[in-house]
């Protein structure tokens, strides 16, 4: 059995990588249109080039082909019915992408996903933004006759980036073959067989335990709210509000050209001066730019090199690195601190991360109004680790990198990614 899952993986593989089956050339019929075809991987692409749009949920061009949701069935002139995720293009092939029988079919998919699917979409954090829920509405389902006795893991929040509610996941894959052949960690995978498989760490253990580098790619491609990023958008909210607190928020340089396209502007377009204006009239007591700190990471790096140096030689490796996931992981499974003491300074002055001292100190200095006695940084970063190395640097300036996770989780400020800020400006209701 193991040979011939191999020998699957591998043909599969090279069907998606396009072989030499991959390049072939020809003319297909698709709905009765004359579609040519140059070399795309299967039909499915065929499909999309024609202008034909088809219902997917575990197909990404950038992973390996996996055909489990078979919501992106056709049926042939012979009748029979394939996916065409997987189905390679052939010269003369007629299809059809929109009959009864495939209408039935998805319908019946759909109604079996949501059957097993926590439906409590008003609350959920994927609610507007849900492909299950798109594609509902769309195939017009109503009512779901079928109930859901499966005994799901639990809700694990233990990860101070990646949240996994398992009551929502619809085992589509994505999420693990993401891990696994695009970042490498292999962190979560298909666990138990039939009825009850699901998608989990290793052992059923939690996030927290596992080497996860918090990089997000998990929750980006999974259509519901299985997996989803920590939301810190409330905490944000009530640091603002809060009279005893000043806030400071600092701004990473990609989000300025990243958050223009949510709100009507052009892609690529430098949005800094609408975001710090919208800042400011949220309540934000000061701005700042990343690269502010930024500048001062060289002279830290220079100044601990020369003393590390001076004391003790070229005994010990030096290491720069900005990377939260990469400092976590040195410090939680490496065991290997001391040797990287150096990496964790560049990360709190240069990239800004919990209490850096180069934006607290400008606040301070800057003054508050009277009864402001605490300063709480507020980062809008792209990337969902700078909430991981919120955990980290938290750890380090108060205690062991293994304090109680909801200690850590208070004692850090906020990270918002770029998603978030989205939902954040969207509750003020207003960008300019």
């Known amino acids: 059995m193991y040979q011939v899952r191999r020998v ?19 003319i297909m019929y698709i709905d009765g249109q004359r579609v040519p075809f140059d070399g795309e991987p299967n039909v499915l692409s065929v499909i999309r080039k024609a202008g034909i749009e088809m219902p997917t949920f575990c197909y990404y061009s950038d992973l390996s082909v996996y055909g489990a949701c078979r919501m992106c069935v056709v049926e042939d002139e012979r009748g029979k019915i394939e996916t065409s995720c997987s189905m390679q293009p052939r010269d003369g092939l007629k299809i059809r992408t929109n009959t009864a029988r495939l209408l039935k079919h998805r319908r019946m998919i759909l109604e079996l996903m949501l059957a097993s699917h926590n439906c409590s979409c008003t609350t959920c954090q994927k609610s507007g933004d849900c492909h299950l829920q798109d594609l509902a509405v769309q195939f017009g389902i109503n009512t779901v006759r079928f109930g859901d006795n499966r005994e799901c893991g639990a809700f694990d929040d233990s990860s101070p980036a990646i949240v996994r509610d398992p009551t929502k996941c619809i085992l589509c894959g994505d999420c693990v073959r993401v891990c696994s052949e695009n970042i490498g960690m292999n962190i979560i995978d298909f666990a138990h067989r039939g009825y009850n498989m699901q998608v989990t760490p290793a052992f059923g253990r939690n ?12 929750s980006a491609v999974c259509p519901t709210g299985a997996i989803t990023v920590y939301n810190q958008i409330g905490p944000a909210w009530r640091a603002i509000h809060d009279p005893q607190k000043r806030v400071v928020v600092q ?6 050209v990243a958050v223009g396209e949510a709100f009507g502007l052009a892609p690529g377009q430098n949005a800094l001066d609408l975001l710090v204006s919208a800042l400011k009239m949220m309540g934000v007591d000061e701005v700042y730019d990343t690269t502010f700190g930024a500048d001062f990471t060289t002279i830290e790096e220079g100044t601990e090199f020369l003393q590390r ?13 900005t990377a939260p996931e990469l400092i976590d992981l040195c410090l939680r499974h490496l065991g290997i601190r001391r040797y990287f003491q150096f990496a964790l300074s560049c990360v709190e002055v240069g990239v800004g991360k919990t209490r850096p001292d180069v934006y607290l100190e400008a606040a301070r200095r800057l003054g508050g109004a009277p009864g402001q006695t605490v300063v709480f940084e507020d980062a809008i970063i792209p990337a ?11 750890s380090i300036y108060n205690g062991s990198p293994h304090q109680d996770h909801d200690e850590l989780r208070a004692l850090s400020d906020c990270y918002l990614t770029t998603w978030d800020y989205e939902d954040f400006s969207r509750q003020f209701q207003r960008f300019t």
Do not use: N
């Open 8 to 26: 699957l993986g591998l043909l599969s593989l090279r069907r998606h990588s396009g072989g030499v089956s991959g390049m072939a050339k020809g």
């Open 207 to 218: 996030l927290s335990e596992t080497k996860c580098v918090s990089c997000g790619q998990c």
């Open 384 to 394: 969902a680790t700078a909430k991981q190395a919120g955990f980290l640097l938290a």
């Open 251 to 256: 701004i990473a340089p990609a989000v300025r």
């Open 309 to 321: 140096l001076e004391e003790e030689g070229w005994r010990m490796c030096v290491a720069s690195a």
